[in-house]
């Protein structure tokens, strides 16, 4: 399926937000994922998983994470100077920022006309973490959350102090759970801690849920540097793909393709 890239700048109570958003090319409706980056933002791999997305159906939207910081269009970049800033501003971003610019990356989405309505969300590492928030929203229905940063500590946002795991039980959608059992990032006692609250969750009110751990390091779906795994990458990618068919649905992409010979 060809593909098209856009941004738009959302409202938010917090400025303007600079949302890239890629999407198919052909005529129809198609259901909406908000992706979260990583600290780094809008970089090549990011943009490059965004098409990925929308090439199988779906209107993707990137917010810029660090609006509020940076100018439009900032990518860090994958250094340590990159790796310092972005850890810098996660932590100085209030915590309420974070839920309200998933609501507006949400509206959006729903507010066009190429959207049937049905709303997921997915991020990497930082965005992991939104990817999870954002499916508190109600009109979530399934959310892909790889390597998530900071649920375990709950450290997310100014303060270091947030409320992922004790509002997990307001998602009604289901989760796709994606860890790499190298990361130092959330060690085996973290992925434990959240996998205890996601089951206590499940029996307590039926949160569904499915939960993948492999052998790779942090990082390891970025197709830049040396921790990438392209056979883990593709694996996963299939299965998350299968995830948002099935809680998304697919909508036009069937009648997408152009007569043979066009």
Not at 95 to 102: I, K, P, V
Not at 127 to 156: E, K, N, W
Request: proline share 6%; net charge negative.
């Amino acid at each position: 399926m060809l593909i098209t890239e856009e941004f738009v700048d959302l409202t938010t109570p917090y400025g303007p937000m600079r949302t890239h958003i890629t999407r198919p090319v052909a005529p129809g409706k198609y259901p909406g994922i908000v992706f979260w980056t990583e600290i780094f933002q809008f970089t090549g791999p990011i943009r490059r998983t965004a098409a990925m997305l929308a090439g199988h159906g779906y209107i993707v939207a990137i917010p810029e994470v660090y609006h509020e910081f940076e100018a439009p269009g900032t990518v860090l970049a994958y250094d340590q100077a990159g790796s310092d800033r972005g850890n810098e501003l996660k932590y100085a971003k209030e915590l309420a920022s974070y839920d309200a610019h998933s609501r507006a990356a949400l509206d959006h989405l729903v507010s066009r006309p190429d959207c049937t309505g049905k709303l997921g969300s997915m991020g990497i590492c930082l965005g992991g973490h939104l990817a999870f928030r954002t499916a508190m929203q109600p009109d979530v229905s399934g959310a892909a959350c790889f390597y998530a940063t900071d649920i375990a500590q709950g450290s997310l946002g100014k303060g270091k102090s947030d409320d992922s795991l004790a509002r997990a039980a307001q998602i009604k959608g289901e989760l796709l759970m994606i860890w790499g059992r190298q990361d130092p990032h959330i060690p085996l006692e973290g992925r434990r801690k959240i996998l205890a609250r996601l089951d206590e969750l499940s029996v307590a009110q039926g949160l569904r849920y499915s939960w993948h751990e492999v052998n790779g390091a942090h990082a390891f779906m970025r197709d830049e540097g040396y921790r990438y795994d392209p056979e883990l990458a593709l694996q996963l990618y299939r299965i998350t793909l299968d995830f948002f068919h099935r809680r998304l649905g697919q909508g036009d992409r069937s009648d997408s393709h152009p007569p043979s010979g066009q």
